[in-house]
Protein backbone atom coordinates (compact mmCIF):
# COMPACT_ATOMS: atom_id res chain seq x y z
CA UNK A 1 0.00 0.00 0.00
CA UNK A 2 1.41 3.38 -1.04
CA UNK A 3 2.23 5.90 1.66
CA UNK A 4 2.24 8.89 -1.04
CA UNK A 5 -0.12 10.43 -3.71
CA UNK A 6 2.51 11.78 -6.02
CA UNK A 7 4.08 14.32 -3.42
CA UNK A 8 1.51 14.16 -0.95
CA UNK A 9 0.39 12.00 2.21
CA UNK A 10 2.62 10.29 4.63
CA UNK A 11 2.79 10.07 8.15
CA UNK A 12 3.70 12.96 10.12
CA UNK A 13 2.93 11.83 14.00
CA UNK A 14 4.45 11.11 16.90
CA UNK A 15 6.38 7.89 17.11
CA UNK A 16 4.01 6.49 19.69
CA UNK A 17 1.95 5.99 16.86
CA UNK A 18 3.40 4.77 14.21
CA UNK A 19 3.22 1.08 16.02
CA UNK A 20 -0.56 1.43 15.73
CA UNK A 21 -0.68 3.02 11.80
CA UNK A 22 1.47 -0.03 11.07
CA UNK A 23 -0.60 -2.62 12.84
CA UNK A 24 -4.02 -0.62 10.82
CA UNK A 25 -2.27 -0.81 7.76
CA UNK A 26 -1.56 -5.02 7.82
CA UNK A 27 -5.33 -5.59 9.51
CA UNK A 28 -6.74 -3.87 6.87
CA UNK A 29 -5.23 -6.22 4.29
CA UNK A 30 -6.08 -8.76 6.03
CA UNK A 31 -9.31 -7.62 6.64
CA UNK A 32 -9.60 -7.39 2.73
CA UNK A 33 -8.61 -11.01 2.23
CA UNK A 34 -10.56 -12.25 4.50
CA UNK A 35 -13.87 -13.89 2.84
CA UNK A 36 -16.26 -14.20 5.97
CA UNK A 37 -15.41 -10.47 6.52
CA UNK A 38 -15.93 -9.06 2.95
CA UNK A 39 -18.70 -11.17 2.65
CA UNK A 40 -20.66 -9.55 5.81
CA UNK A 41 -19.24 -6.45 4.59
CA UNK A 42 -21.25 -6.97 1.10
CA UNK A 43 -24.67 -8.57 2.84
CA UNK A 44 -24.73 -5.48 5.59
CA UNK A 45 -24.31 -3.12 3.02
CA UNK A 46 -27.27 -4.45 0.78
CA UNK A 47 -29.66 -4.95 3.62
CA UNK A 48 -28.47 -2.93 6.59
CA UNK A 49 -27.05 0.38 4.91
CA UNK A 50 -29.79 0.31 1.70
CA UNK A 51 -26.96 -0.44 -1.41
CA UNK A 52 -27.25 0.27 -4.13
CA UNK A 53 -28.59 3.83 -4.18
CA UNK A 54 -30.53 5.25 -6.55
CA UNK A 55 -29.28 7.48 -9.65
CA UNK A 56 -32.01 9.43 -10.05
CA UNK A 57 -33.06 11.19 -13.46
CA UNK A 58 -33.97 14.72 -12.19
CA UNK A 59 -36.14 16.05 -14.61
CA UNK A 60 -37.01 19.00 -13.88
CA UNK A 61 -33.40 20.03 -13.54
CA UNK A 62 -32.65 18.91 -16.53
CA UNK A 63 -35.01 21.13 -18.24
CA UNK A 64 -34.20 24.26 -16.28
CA UNK A 65 -30.57 24.06 -17.15
CA UNK A 66 -31.16 22.42 -20.56
CA UNK A 67 -28.75 19.29 -20.07
CA UNK A 68 -29.57 15.86 -18.56
CA UNK A 69 -28.54 15.74 -14.95
CA UNK A 70 -28.82 12.72 -12.35
CA UNK A 71 -28.08 12.89 -8.82
CA UNK A 72 -26.76 9.87 -7.23
CA UNK A 73 -28.81 9.47 -4.16
CA UNK A 74 -26.60 9.02 -0.93
CA UNK A 75 -28.85 10.82 0.95
CA UNK A 76 -30.63 7.79 1.17
CA UNK A 77 -28.47 5.06 2.01
CA UNK A 78 -28.88 4.45 6.16
CA UNK A 79 -28.06 7.40 8.15
CA UNK A 80 -28.91 9.88 5.53
CA UNK A 81 -25.13 10.23 3.81
CA UNK A 82 -22.75 9.05 2.35
CA UNK A 83 -20.67 8.86 5.53
CA UNK A 84 -22.11 5.35 6.33
CA UNK A 85 -20.26 3.73 4.22
CA UNK A 86 -16.98 4.34 5.67
CA UNK A 87 -18.86 3.74 9.38
CA UNK A 88 -19.74 0.46 8.31
CA UNK A 89 -16.55 -0.77 6.94
CA UNK A 90 -14.29 0.59 9.70
CA UNK A 91 -16.79 -0.76 12.24
CA UNK A 92 -16.03 -4.08 11.10
CA UNK A 93 -12.97 -3.47 10.57
CA UNK A 94 -12.64 -2.43 14.66
CA UNK A 95 -14.24 -5.58 15.45
CA UNK A 96 -11.88 -7.53 13.33
CA UNK A 97 -8.84 -5.83 15.14
CA UNK A 98 -10.59 -7.14 18.69
CA UNK A 99 -10.64 -3.44 19.71
CA UNK A 100 -13.00 -2.17 22.96
CA UNK A 101 -14.06 1.13 22.08
CA UNK A 102 -14.20 3.39 18.72
CA UNK A 103 -13.79 7.23 18.97
CA UNK A 104 -14.46 10.00 16.28
CA UNK A 105 -14.51 13.12 15.34
CA UNK A 106 -17.28 14.78 13.69
CA UNK A 107 -18.16 18.61 12.50
CA UNK A 108 -21.90 18.20 10.37
CA UNK A 109 -22.84 15.47 12.50
CA UNK A 110 -23.70 13.20 9.98
CA UNK A 111 -19.96 11.20 10.40
CA UNK A 112 -20.89 10.99 14.09
CA UNK A 113 -23.68 9.73 13.61
CA UNK A 114 -23.00 7.13 11.22
CA UNK A 115 -20.57 5.96 14.27
CA UNK A 116 -22.89 5.71 16.76
CA UNK A 117 -25.50 4.10 14.88
CA UNK A 118 -22.51 1.68 14.14
CA UNK A 119 -21.24 1.53 17.20
CA UNK A 120 -25.13 0.58 18.82
CA UNK A 121 -25.18 -2.46 15.63
CA UNK A 122 -21.65 -3.75 16.62
CA UNK A 123 -22.12 -3.49 20.44
CA UNK A 124 -18.87 -1.41 20.81
CA UNK A 125 -19.12 1.98 22.86
CA UNK A 126 -18.65 5.20 20.95
CA UNK A 127 -17.45 8.65 21.82
CA UNK A 128 -17.56 11.67 19.41
CA UNK A 129 -15.59 14.43 19.43
CA UNK A 130 -17.33 17.66 17.84
CA UNK A 131 -16.62 21.63 18.04
CA UNK A 132 -18.55 23.60 20.30
CA UNK A 133 -19.98 25.42 17.00
CA UNK A 134 -21.02 22.45 15.23
CA UNK A 135 -22.92 21.30 18.27
CA UNK A 136 -25.35 24.25 18.33
CA UNK A 137 -25.60 24.27 14.91
CA UNK A 138 -25.78 21.04 13.96
CA UNK A 139 -28.01 20.14 16.98
CA UNK A 140 -30.14 16.98 15.39
CA UNK A 141 -27.39 15.03 14.63
CA UNK A 142 -26.70 15.26 18.50
CA UNK A 143 -29.65 14.24 19.69
CA UNK A 144 -29.24 11.28 16.66
CA UNK A 145 -25.85 10.41 18.27
CA UNK A 146 -26.92 10.62 22.03
CA UNK A 147 -30.26 8.41 21.47
CA UNK A 148 -28.03 5.86 19.72
CA UNK A 149 -25.64 5.70 22.58
CA UNK A 150 -22.87 7.76 21.49
CA UNK A 151 -20.83 9.89 24.12
CA UNK A 152 -20.32 13.41 23.00
CA UNK A 153 -16.98 15.35 23.96
CA UNK A 154 -17.76 18.72 23.14
CA UNK A 155 -14.25 20.96 22.06
CA UNK A 156 -13.65 24.22 22.93
CA UNK A 157 -10.24 25.86 22.30
CA UNK A 158 -11.32 29.33 23.67
CA UNK A 159 -14.81 30.38 24.81
CA UNK A 160 -17.76 29.74 22.23
CA UNK A 161 -14.82 28.45 19.66
CA UNK A 162 -14.09 24.88 18.19
CA UNK A 163 -15.12 23.50 15.02
CA UNK A 164 -14.33 20.11 12.79
CA UNK A 165 -10.56 20.62 13.11
CA UNK A 166 -10.32 20.89 16.55
CA UNK A 167 -12.19 17.82 17.38
CA UNK A 168 -9.92 15.87 14.71
CA UNK A 169 -7.25 17.11 17.32
CA UNK A 170 -8.93 15.80 20.34
CA UNK A 171 -9.54 12.77 18.94
CA UNK A 172 -5.76 12.50 17.72
CA UNK A 173 -4.85 13.25 21.64
CA UNK A 174 -7.41 10.40 22.56
CA UNK A 175 -5.87 7.44 20.18
CA UNK A 176 -2.21 8.16 21.16
CA UNK A 177 -3.25 8.23 24.79
CA UNK A 178 -5.93 4.91 24.48
CA UNK A 179 -4.12 3.18 21.09
CA UNK A 180 -4.05 -0.16 22.36
CA UNK A 181 -7.75 -0.65 23.33
CA UNK A 182 -9.30 2.35 21.03
CA UNK A 183 -10.28 2.33 17.28
CA UNK A 184 -10.43 5.91 15.91
CA UNK A 185 -12.62 5.93 12.52
CA UNK A 186 -11.52 8.82 10.91
CA UNK A 187 -14.31 10.84 8.93
CA UNK A 188 -13.04 11.30 5.42
CA UNK A 189 -9.98 10.76 3.42
CA UNK A 190 -7.27 12.52 5.53
CA UNK A 191 -4.83 12.04 8.26
CA UNK A 192 -2.04 9.66 8.40
CA UNK A 193 -1.15 6.51 6.25
CA UNK A 194 -3.23 4.36 5.46
CA UNK A 195 -6.36 6.40 6.71
CA UNK A 196 -6.48 8.04 3.37
CA UNK A 197 -6.84 4.67 1.20
CA UNK A 198 -8.87 2.87 3.54
CA UNK A 199 -11.32 5.28 3.71
CA UNK A 200 -10.98 5.84 -0.05
CA UNK A 201 -11.37 2.12 -0.49
CA UNK A 202 -14.76 2.07 1.60
CA UNK A 203 -16.14 4.68 -0.14
CA UNK A 204 -15.01 3.87 -4.14
CA UNK A 205 -18.61 1.75 -3.81
CA UNK A 206 -20.36 5.38 -4.82
CA UNK A 207 -18.38 5.43 -8.08
CA UNK A 208 -18.39 1.85 -9.10
CA UNK A 209 -22.44 2.13 -8.79
CA UNK A 210 -22.48 5.11 -10.98
CA UNK A 211 -20.78 3.47 -13.62
CA UNK A 212 -23.34 0.27 -14.14
CA UNK A 213 -26.21 2.42 -13.24
CA UNK A 214 -24.77 5.62 -16.04
CA UNK A 215 -24.26 2.85 -18.88
CA UNK A 216 -27.87 0.94 -18.08
CA UNK A 217 -29.52 4.15 -18.27
CA UNK A 218 -27.69 6.28 -21.14
CA UNK A 219 -25.23 3.52 -23.02
CA UNK A 220 -22.45 5.81 -22.19
CA UNK A 221 -19.90 7.56 -19.73
CA UNK A 222 -21.40 10.94 -18.00
CA UNK A 223 -19.89 13.82 -19.53
CA UNK A 224 -19.01 15.13 -15.76
CA UNK A 225 -19.16 13.91 -12.28
CA UNK A 226 -19.45 17.28 -9.74
CA UNK A 227 -19.49 16.14 -6.47
CA UNK A 228 -18.21 19.01 -3.03
CA UNK A 229 -15.16 18.86 -1.51
CA UNK A 230 -14.40 19.62 2.47
CA UNK A 231 -11.86 16.59 3.43
CA UNK A 232 -13.09 14.98 0.17
CA UNK A 233 -14.29 11.52 0.86
CA UNK A 234 -17.61 11.82 -0.76
CA UNK A 235 -15.77 12.91 -4.14
CA UNK A 236 -12.87 10.62 -4.04
CA UNK A 237 -15.43 8.17 -3.28
CA UNK A 238 -17.47 9.54 -6.85
CA UNK A 239 -14.49 10.23 -8.65
CA UNK A 240 -12.11 7.10 -8.20
CA UNK A 241 -13.73 4.98 -10.87
CA UNK A 242 -13.52 7.29 -13.35
CA UNK A 243 -10.15 8.43 -13.02
CA UNK A 244 -8.62 6.41 -16.11
CA UNK A 245 -11.75 7.64 -18.06
CA UNK A 246 -10.25 11.13 -19.10
CA UNK A 247 -13.19 11.85 -21.46
CA UNK A 248 -15.47 12.20 -17.85
CA UNK A 249 -15.03 15.67 -16.28
CA UNK A 250 -14.32 15.43 -12.25
CA UNK A 251 -14.80 18.23 -10.77
CA UNK A 252 -14.70 19.32 -7.19
CA UNK A 253 -16.62 22.19 -5.21
CA UNK A 254 -15.09 23.37 -2.68
CA UNK A 255 -16.31 25.75 0.40
CA UNK A 256 -15.42 29.66 -0.92
CA UNK A 257 -17.47 30.86 2.23
CA UNK A 258 -18.09 34.64 2.12
CA UNK A 259 -15.25 34.73 -1.00
CA UNK A 260 -11.84 33.61 -1.17
CA UNK A 261 -11.01 37.17 -1.66
CA UNK A 262 -11.85 37.73 1.90
CA UNK A 263 -9.76 35.19 3.81
CA UNK A 264 -13.00 33.67 5.17
CA UNK A 265 -13.35 30.13 3.42
CA UNK A 266 -12.15 26.43 3.44
CA UNK A 267 -10.88 26.46 0.07
CA UNK A 268 -7.72 24.61 0.71
CA UNK A 269 -7.10 23.82 -2.56
CA UNK A 270 -7.98 26.77 -4.34
CA UNK A 271 -6.02 28.95 -2.33
CA UNK A 272 -4.00 26.73 0.45
CA UNK A 273 -0.32 25.77 -0.04
CA UNK A 274 1.02 22.98 1.07
CA UNK A 275 1.72 21.75 4.24
CA UNK A 276 1.20 19.37 7.48
CA UNK A 277 -2.14 18.86 8.99
CA UNK A 278 -3.79 15.86 10.90
CA UNK A 279 -0.85 14.03 10.18
CA UNK A 280 -0.14 13.99 6.10
CA UNK A 281 1.26 16.36 3.78
CA UNK A 282 -1.37 17.87 1.46
CA UNK A 283 -2.61 21.42 0.80
CA UNK A 284 -4.18 23.66 3.45
CA UNK A 285 -4.74 26.99 4.72
CA UNK A 286 -2.03 28.19 7.18
CA UNK A 287 -0.30 30.79 8.06
CA UNK A 288 2.90 32.04 7.06
CA UNK A 289 4.78 29.85 9.37
CA UNK A 290 2.36 26.56 7.97
CA UNK A 291 0.21 26.88 11.17
CA UNK A 292 -2.69 25.53 10.04
CA UNK A 293 -5.74 28.66 10.28
CA UNK A 294 -9.22 28.42 10.90
CA UNK A 295 -11.78 27.58 7.62
CA UNK A 296 -14.94 29.09 7.57
CA UNK A 297 -17.81 27.94 5.24
CA UNK A 298 -22.02 28.15 5.94
CA UNK A 299 -21.84 24.41 6.10
CA UNK A 300 -20.14 22.58 9.02
CA UNK A 301 -19.34 19.50 7.37
CA UNK A 302 -17.03 21.41 5.13
CA UNK A 303 -15.26 23.70 7.42
CA UNK A 304 -12.18 22.14 7.30
CA UNK A 305 -8.55 24.06 6.65
CA UNK A 306 -6.91 21.12 4.94
CA UNK A 307 -8.02 18.37 2.51
CA UNK A 308 -7.34 14.91 1.42
CA UNK A 309 -4.03 14.30 0.09
CA UNK A 310 -5.47 12.13 -2.83
CA UNK A 311 -7.42 15.39 -3.79
CA UNK A 312 -3.76 17.54 -3.44
CA UNK A 313 -2.30 14.98 -5.94
CA UNK A 314 -5.30 15.30 -8.40
CA UNK A 315 -5.33 18.70 -8.43
CA UNK A 316 -1.66 18.93 -9.29
CA UNK A 317 -1.97 16.95 -11.87
CA UNK A 318 -5.38 18.57 -13.57
CA UNK A 319 -6.99 15.55 -13.54
CA UNK A 320 -9.54 16.96 -10.85
CA UNK A 321 -10.72 20.30 -11.46
CA UNK A 322 -11.75 22.21 -8.37
CA UNK A 323 -13.18 25.45 -7.66
CA UNK A 324 -15.02 27.41 -5.17
CA UNK A 325 -18.37 28.24 -4.53
CA UNK A 326 -19.51 30.85 -2.14
CA UNK A 327 -22.09 30.57 0.54
CA UNK A 328 -24.84 32.50 -0.72
CA UNK A 329 -24.43 30.28 -4.05
CA UNK A 330 -25.03 27.38 -2.22
CA UNK A 331 -27.87 28.49 -0.14
CA UNK A 332 -29.70 29.26 -3.40
CA UNK A 333 -28.71 25.97 -4.45
CA UNK A 334 -30.18 24.26 -1.54
CA UNK A 335 -33.60 25.91 -2.53
CA UNK A 336 -33.33 25.20 -5.95
CA UNK A 337 -32.93 21.98 -5.62
CA UNK A 338 -35.61 21.35 -2.80
CA UNK A 339 -38.18 23.70 -5.07
CA UNK A 340 -37.73 21.99 -8.22
CA UNK A 341 -37.13 18.14 -7.10
CA UNK A 342 -38.81 17.73 -4.07
CA UNK A 343 -35.29 17.02 -2.51
CA UNK A 344 -34.03 18.90 0.30
CA UNK A 345 -29.70 18.30 0.06
CA UNK A 346 -27.51 18.96 2.77
CA UNK A 347 -25.80 22.50 2.50
CA UNK A 348 -22.48 20.25 1.43
CA UNK A 349 -24.19 19.18 -1.48
CA UNK A 350 -25.29 21.98 -2.31
CA UNK A 351 -22.00 23.67 -3.24
CA UNK A 352 -21.83 20.69 -6.40
CA UNK A 353 -25.22 21.99 -6.90
CA UNK A 354 -24.60 25.49 -7.48
CA UNK A 355 -21.99 24.69 -10.21
CA UNK A 356 -24.70 23.76 -12.30
CA UNK A 357 -24.91 27.11 -13.38
CA UNK A 358 -21.00 27.62 -14.57
CA UNK A 359 -21.16 24.05 -16.30
CA UNK A 360 -24.44 25.58 -18.17
CA UNK A 361 -22.52 28.77 -19.64
CA UNK A 362 -20.33 26.18 -21.80
CA UNK A 363 -22.64 22.61 -21.92
CA UNK A 364 -24.37 21.23 -24.72
CA UNK A 365 -28.25 19.45 -24.80
CA UNK A 366 -26.02 16.09 -25.42
CA UNK A 367 -24.11 16.50 -21.81
CA UNK A 368 -24.79 13.95 -18.99
CA UNK A 369 -23.99 15.00 -15.55
CA UNK A 370 -24.09 13.42 -12.47
CA UNK A 371 -24.16 14.83 -9.43
CA UNK A 372 -23.02 13.09 -6.04
CA UNK A 373 -25.78 14.18 -3.76
CA UNK A 374 -23.68 12.91 -1.01
CA UNK A 375 -26.21 13.66 2.69
CA UNK A 376 -29.62 14.96 3.03
CA UNK A 377 -30.41 18.15 4.04
CA UNK A 378 -32.56 17.68 7.44
CA UNK A 379 -29.59 18.54 9.72
CA UNK A 380 -29.58 22.32 8.22
CA UNK A 381 -33.32 23.11 7.66
CA UNK A 382 -33.13 25.31 10.97
CA UNK A 383 -29.84 26.61 10.36
CA UNK A 384 -30.68 27.50 6.34
CA UNK A 385 -34.01 28.84 8.00
CA UNK A 386 -32.15 31.23 10.49
CA UNK A 387 -29.78 32.60 7.47
CA UNK A 388 -32.87 33.11 5.17
CA UNK A 389 -36.03 33.19 6.41
CA UNK A 390 -37.37 31.83 2.90
CA UNK A 391 -40.77 30.39 2.47
Same mark, same amino acid.
Given at each position: ???????????????? &???? &??????????????????????? $?? /?????? /? #??????????? !?????????????????????????????????????????????????????????? &?? +???????????????? +?????????? =?? +????????? +???? /????? =??????????? @???????????????? #????????????????? *? $????????????????????? *??????? &???????? *??????????? #??????????? /???????????????????????????????????????? !???? @???????????????????? $???????????????????????? #? @? =???????? *?????????????????????
Amino acid at each position: MKKYFGNYGGQFVPET &LLPA &LSELEHAYEAFQKNTAAQTELAL $LS /KDYLGR /K #TPLYFAGNFSK !HFGFKIYLKREDLLHGGAHKTNNGLGMGLLARFMGKKRIIAETGAGQHGAAIAMIGAF &LD +IPVEVYMGVEDIKRQH +INVMRMQICG =AK +INPVEVRPG +IGSL /KDATN =AALRDWVTNVR @TTFYIIGSVVGPHPYP #TIVRDFQAVIGREIKQQ *I $LEKEGRLPSAILACVGGGSNA *IGAFHEF &LEDTDVRL *IGLEPGGKGVE #TGEHGAALSAG /KDGILHGSLSRILSTEDGQAIEAYSVSAGLDYPGVGPEHA !HLAQ @TGRVRYYPINDKDALDAFYL $LSQKEGIIPALESAHAIAYLGEYA #T @T =ATPYDVVV *INLSGRGDKDVDHVWALTHKC
